[in-house]
């Protein structure tokens, strides 16, 4: 039975398209130019950051960040940047009894960004927070111990095939693919994919898949018991 539902975060349950035009204007790059080479970096299976170096080379996004801040136009999100399915789907599973969490590549300002939107979570953890960033075993290591819960029991949700549902599954998870932003649209890996519980097209079909694995998980437990 699946006992605990982590989500990724940025294209997952957070709209980054806001974030991405702020970066593209602060560079003084046309949005459209900058989504077209954007687009490109992830169908290379490049780092996003390859993005930024394309128009500076000697890009530092850490530096950046701290730039921004300074300059008054941090890197932020809100209620307007989630997706519109998220917030009922956190809370829908909270109400199945589910541990709940979020667990992304995020800076760790990110952190008390999402604590203030009073999701229906358990747990929010960021990479830079946590010290190690997906796809490497430790963030799913950390995950796990967060949870407290048997990996087999974990449901993984994300839009990448190679940052989330793979290393995922490797950790011992269970997976679910959501088609949506530019990885989940861009990024084909078919071999990965149908190794998923689960591939979505919206947070709002998760809920009742989890409902429904779980009610046969339960049958088919009774009746080897029995």
């Given at each position: 039975m699946i006992r605990a539902v982590l989500f990724d975060v940025?294209?997952?349950?957070?709209?980054?398209?806001?974030?991405f035009a702020a970066w593209a204007d602060r560079l003084g790059i046309p949005r459209h130019t900058f989504s077209a080479v954007f687009g490109a970096v992830i169908a290379r299976g490049?780092?996003?950051?390859?993005?930024?170096r394309v128009f500076r080379p000697d890009f530092d996004l850490a530096a950046e960040r701290e730039l921004r801040a300074a300059a008054g136009q941090p890197e932020t999100f809100g209620e307007q940047d989630l997706y519109p399915d998220a917030r009922a789907c956190l809370a829908a599973l909270k109400a199945q009894?589910?541990?709940?969490g979020l667990a992304g590549?995020?800076?760790?300002?990110?952190?008390?960004?999402?604590?203030?939107m009073d999701l229906a979570v358990d747990l929010i953890g960021t990479s830079e927070g946590w010290g190690v960033e997906k796809p490497a075993p430790g963030f799913f290591e950390r995950a796990v111990a967060e949870c407290g819960h048997d990996p087999a029991s974990?449901?993984?949700?994300?839009?990448?095939?190679?940052?989330?549902?793979?290393?995922?599954?490797l950790a011992g998870m269970r997976t679910c693919l959501i088609r949506r932003g530019p990885w989940g649209h861009i990024l084909d890996m078919p071999e990965e994919a149908g190794r998923c519980l689960f591939r979505i097209g919206a947070l709002d079909e998760l809920p009742g898949l989890v409902a429904r694995h779980n009610a046969l998980s339960s049958t088919n437990?009774?009746?080897i018991a029995g």
């Open positions: 940025g294209g997952t349950i957070l709209d980054e398209t806001h974030e490049q780092p996003y950051t390859e993005v930024f009894g589910l541990f709940v590549n995020q800076p760790a300002h990110a952190g008390p960004l999402l604590s203030a974990i449901l993984y949700v994300g839009d990448r095939p190679d940052n989330d549902a793979r290393p995922a599954r437990n009774s009746q």
